[in-house]
């Protein structure tokens, strides 16, 4: 059966081009990211309460919220924030199967469902949000820049957040230091003290007539009409006609008061370059192809500076997640190009030309049927998967040189291709598996591990696995049936093969002459192999060789924290932060950054966003790295000294 499948080349032939054609097309349409696609398990709910203080919404909002998700099973901690107008809540479960998740979410609804009868009138129905690694942290920071904090900024900063929201492969998107429109409505004392009213009296009056109201139905004959009270209006002539009731009877609102259109300033300020800005934290979907999204929003951002090129406003692309992931598959690209010349390399001086070229042909053939599996199991193509293509590869062709070595030898002795094929995997097949397996057991207790680096580690086994597991179909059908219908014959030698063969035998005699040497002196081969181990663990000691477990690529952006007294206002700690921003710059060659922003009222951490006027932060990202370009943290030691010494702050860092 075996030496028939050999023998059925163009089934094998077929085989090999069809697995290179669509794991070429697989590989094309993976969606590209820089991590894989995993639910942290945390949960956001977001609460608006408009125009109450921070105390305000902690006793009507958050604790009503936090005691109704008191009952809910399997929480491991819940935080709350709440700050003027806003309650945000962060709900953490434990690690969950994701059939036990998605129970545990679907109460979490529920019970915030029954709550909302508990809230305020006024305040907005909670957004609750799924934190994964998808919408954690933004793929995109557009910024927004006019020349005054006016309404042409809030009205070209809300249109592009709904233009980006619209974008395919948008979750949402975070806006840091966008206003809201209001109506502003400013009595006047003498008129209401004329008219017998108190200013709680116009209030009740104006918050019963601004709202809508509906009535039902009412049939009219033969026709059903929908009944429907407009109160609701952001016209301001047609707020100055409100009727209000006093002891004369009904007055019109502009009788009382002007109205007029506003802005309700945002709880945070943004600066690019000295201009006032609006920044747009875009947050990609599951599952999106980060790379494609980034063009398309790079396109739309010029476009669109193109068009408002006379208006004064401007769009920058402040940040984006391409740079390592693009760096990522570069390196992958690059290596496994790099293994296959030296796969061919080493083939050839030792094997020859036609069994090089086989050889050398099973890493495409592998890594193809590799990434057609991945695609197939719904896997993106991120810097995870990367890693644990790039550990492979120079795993991925150990069983072929195996079995073409045995192969070769068995040709060099008269036998014919087939022949040699079948018996060579009769003698080493069963090691060449176990060789194999025993290289997957080593790698599969990481799929073990648990909570959120399991998540993120389990993706380098399932690849080291699937990878080795096709490079058996090579070692045992592919390279076999190539070398087969190859039919190759070393009987009639060139000039090159009786000089290779030479060399190879130089090459054993030396060996074996090195091998009875160390043999005749056991103690002496031994005590050098003790020097080389303690001076390795020398030189590691003495600190001659750096450590970084977790070792990672820096990101080509950085970030500056000021932090002021709690008391600060949220001018005086922008102001502060322009001051940081000054001595930022002055540290900064002009190819070093690609833009520089400054918000306050928001700090972004690690782990969570802190939000409070006394907290400011400055954006600083760098050019793509090049031939010449200062590393980040030297970047960073540079103007250390000058920005932490900033006086005025509570505190600086980075």
């Known amino acids: 059966m075996y030496r028939l499948l050999l023998k059925n080349h163009v089934l094998a032939n077929l085989t090999f081009i069809l697995v290179l054609a669509i794991g070429y097309l697989s590989y094309q349409g993976m969606p590209r990211q820089q991590d894989p696609t995993i639910n942290f398990n945390w949960i956001s ?17 958050t604790d009503p919220l936090e005691d109704a998700l008191n009952g809910i099973a399997d929480i491991n901690f819940v935080s709350s924030n709440s700050r003027e107008n806003t309650s945000s809540i962060l709900v953490r479960f434990e690690d969950l199967a994701p059939e036990f998740y998605d129970k545990r979410l679907a109460d ?5 469902q029954s709550a909302q009868a508990l809230l305020p009138s006024e305040a907005i129905e909670s957004e609750i949000i799924e934190i994964t690694s998808g919408n954690a942290f933004p793929a995109a920071i557009v910024a927004v820049t006019t020349l005054a904090d006016d309404e042409l900024l809030r009205k070209s900063a809300r249109s592009t957040e709904q233009s980006i929201e619209q974008m395919s492969g948008v979750d949402r998107v975070d806006t840091i230091a966008l ?46 009409w929908l009944v429907r009270m407009v109160g609701k209006t952001s016209d301001p002539s047609k707020v100055s006609a409100m009727p209000i009731p006093s002891a004369q009877g009904e007055i019109n609102l502009g009788r009382l008061a002007t109205v007029q259109r506003a ?20 947050m990609k979907q599951d599952n999106t192809n980060v790379l494609d999204l980034i063009d398309r929003l790079r396109t739309w951002v010029d476009e669109q500076n193109e068009v408002n090129a006379s208006t004064g406003v401007a769009l920058q692309l402040v940040d984006d997640q391409t740079l390592p992931t693009q760096k990522a598959i570069n390196i992958m690209q690059s290596n496994a190009l790099i293994g296959l010349l030296l796969v061919l390399l080493v083939a050839w001086l030792f094997l020859g030309t036609q069994i090089a070229v086989l050889t050398a042909i099973g890493i495409p053939f592998i890594l193809a049927l590799t990434f057609w599996v991945l695609s197939a ?26 079995v073409v070595e045995s192969i070769y030898y068995r040709l060099q002795r008269g036998m014919n291709a087939l022949d040699a094929s079948v018996e060579s995997m009769k003698e080493v097949a069963l090691p060449v598996t176990t060789a194999v397996l025993t290289t997957i057991a080593a790698f599969l207790p990481l799929m073990l591990l648990p909570g959120i680096l399991g998540k993120f580690m389990k993706v380098i086994p399932m690849v080291v696995t699937i990878a080795l597991a096709i490079s058996l179909i090579e070692a045992f059908w592919m390279l076999p049936s190539h070398i087969t219908g190859a039919n190759i014959n070393l009987q009639k030698k060139s000039r090159i093969q009786r000089w290779r063969e030479s060399a190879i035998h130089w090459i054993q005699l030396k060996y074996s002459k090195t091998l009875i040497r160390a043999l005749r002196w056991p103690k002496m081969t031994f005590a050098m192999i003790l020097f080389c181990f303690f001076s390795a663990i020398g030189v590691l000691s003495a600190g ?31 102001k502060k932060t322009l001051e940081v921003e000054a001595q930022v710059k002055k540290h900064l060659q002009p190819n070093d950054a690609r ?56 505190n600086i860092s980075f």
């Open 45 to 61: 709910i977001l609460t608006i309460l408009p125009g109450a203080s921070a105390q305000d919404v902690e006793s009507r909002i």
């Open 377 to 402: 199991t719904g896997e993106t193509l991120n810097v995870t998967v990367l890693l644990g293509v790039v550990i492979v590869l120079g795993m991925l062709v150990d069983d072929a040189v195996v």
């Open 108 to 112: 979490l609804r529920r019970e915030l």
């Open 179 to 224: 206003d809201d429109p209001e109506l502003q409505i400013n009595f006047n004392p003498d008129a209401l003290e004329a008219h017998g009213l108190l200013p709680g009296q116009l209030s009740d009056a104006l918050q019963l007539w601004f709202q809508d109201s509906a009535a039902g139905t009412m049939d009219v004959g033969r026709q059903s």
């Open 595 to 650: 833009s520089v922003a400054v918000y306050s009222g928001l700090m972004l951490t690690e782990t969570a966003p802190l939000n409070g006027d006394q907290y400011g932060q400055i954006v600083v990202s760098l050019l793509p790295e090049a031939d010449g370009a200062r590393d980040v943290y030297e970047i960073i030691e540079e103007m250390r000294k000058d920005v932490t010494s900033v006086v005025g702050a509570k």
């Open 544 to 574: 001659l060789i750096k450590v970084d477990f977790f070792a990672g690529d820096a990101l080509r952006i950085f970030y500056v924290n000021v932090e002021m007294n709690a008391s600060t206002p949220l001018g005086e700690t922008l």
């Open 263 to 282: 802005r309700k300033k945002a709880s945070e300020e943004a600066r690019i370059d000295g201009k006032p800005a609006v920044m747009l934290l875009v």
